[in-house]
């Protein structure tokens, strides 16, 4: 019961988010993903959420990089170069990480994440 309330919570606000709520949420996301792997980190199954973590966060700034490229895109030249320098910085992080893992590496990650999040809520 709970989880068919859940599930149709989970449709509605889908469709109800602006898009700027829908990529603060997915940061979020990414960063709380990232977090759990830091708390789980001592554990033994600490890799598998690492990579999942890692792969999550790769596929979204990957996404940002792509909508920030695109011509159309409405945003100020300044800040879509800057957006890519800072997703590049975060592709090499990920790289970094998954070559070399320290729980500690993905303390920036997690930042930005809920930085540029909170940006987008304006907050």
């Not at 996404?63 to 490229?69: G, R």
């Not at 011509?71 to 100020?76: K, V």
């Amino acid at each position: 019961m709970f989880n068919n309330a859940l599930n149709a919570y989970k449709s509605v606000e889908q469709k109800t988010l602006t898009g700027r709520e829908a990529e603060a949420r997915v940061l979020t996301q990414a960063a709380q993903k990232l977090r759990a792997c830091q708390k789980q980190w001592e554990d033994g199954n600490h890799k598998v959420i690492l990579d999942d973590a890692l792969k999550y966060n790769q596929r979204i700034w990957t996404i940002l990089q792509v909508e920030l490229a695109k011509p159309d895109n409405p945003l100020p030249d300044h800040i879509k170069r800057d957006l890519l320098l800072l997703s590049g910085f975060i592709d090499k992080r990920i790289f970094d990480t998954m070559a070399s893992p320290r729980p500690e590496k993905l303390d920036v990650i997690i930042k930005i994440n809920e930085n540029i999040a909170a940006g987008l809520r304006g907050s």
